[in-house]
């Protein structure tokens, strides 16, 4: 059994600031061993890759993002997190995680980002 649990989404200010976190748990034994991501969907929109870290710790942004969004992991709490710091209206969209291994993988649920004033 195994659960992607995520959170920190919310409504913030144009400028405002949200981490989002995203724990595994359950039958998941080779966390430090997955690229990790975040992904996120706006109305009307397809899905996008937001950022990501690989299982060596290197990180790649999307270009609209780069400077004010930063991924880090957490092995051992099994936790990727998104920190979202000058948020712009135009980050409004459903975040999701994305854990990858060989063979797998496994999305969050989602949680909503809504920036406006």
């Known amino acids: 059994q195994v659960q992607i649990v995520e959170s920190g989404g919310g409504s913030v200010q144009p400028g405002g600031s949200l981490r989002l976190s995203c724990a595994a748990s359950?039958?998941?034994?080779?966390?430090?061993?997955?690229?990790l991501g975040w992904y996120r969907q706006a109305p009307g929109k397809q899905r996008e890759m937001v950022a990501v870290?690989?299982?060596?710790?290197?990180?790649n942004y999307a270009d609209s993002v780069k400077g004010r969004f930063t991924i880090s992991r957490d092995n051992v709490k099994k936790t990727v997190y998104l920190q979202m710091d000058s948020l712009k209206p135009e980050d409004t969209a459903v975040y999701y995680c994305?854990?990858?291994?060989?063979?797998?993988?496994?999305w969050g649920q989602g949680t909503p980002v809504t920036v406006s004033s």
């Open positions: 359950g039958s998941i034994f080779s966390f430090g061993a997955m690229d």
């Open positions: 994305n854990l990858q291994i060989f063979a797998r993988e496994y």
């Open positions: 870290i690989s299982r060596g710790g290197g990180t």
